[in-house]
């Protein structure tokens, strides 16, 4: 049978940040409008971390987007949130979803980052644990 030791474990996790406030998964309605309407016609930054360990051998990789947000007014929050209820994410939007359209601009260096996993930083850290890829 595997053994611990024989795997790798992945943990990554998002935040939104802005003027030194940390935003992190809203987890309900109430939350999540609080949220929108503190990023709304703001500039955000949308900090991706991740990790790879294995016994005492520790990866790390992150990203950092930048995104801006348009001027919501409350109804469109309240709309968007009963379309898509983004409670278990940094910032209250899917913006592979519904939530593209609360934006002015996204800059990343790593697209699939603001969806929450970093490919590109993760591909990274597999070819440094070892996997050839693809």
Same mark, same amino acid.
């Given at each position: ?16 940040? $802005? ?10 309605? /109430? ?19 991740? *990790?790879? $360990?294995r016994n005492d051998r520790v990866l790390r990789g992150a990203d950092i987007t930048t995104a ?7 109804? /469109? ?5 009963? *379309?898509?209820? *983004? ?8 913006? /592979?979803? &519904?939530?593209?359209? &609360?934006?002015? /601009? ?19 850290? &597999?070819?440094? *644990?070892?996997?050839? &890829?693809?």
């Amino acid at each position: 049978a595997p053994r611990f030791a024989d795997h790798w474990i992945l943990g990554c996790d998002q935040v939104a940040a $802005i003027d030194g406030r940390i935003f992190g998964k809203p987890g309900n309605a /109430e939350g999540a409008i609080e949220q929108l309407r503190a990023l709304s016609g703001r500039t955000v930054q949308f900090i991706t971390a991740m *990790a790879l $360990i294995r016994n005492d051998r520790v990866l790390r990789g992150a990203d950092i987007t930048t995104a801006r947000f348009r001027a919501l007014g409350d109804e /469109e929050i309240r709309r968007y949130i009963a *379309a898509e209820p *983004a409670f278990d994410c940094a910032g209250s939007f899917k913006s /592979e979803g &519904l939530g593209i359209t &609360l934006f002015d /601009e996204i800059t990343s260096r790593d697209p699939t980052a603001l969806i929450g996993l970093p490919l590109i930083a993760l591909s990274k850290l &597999l070819r440094e *644990a070892g996997y050839a &890829l693809p």
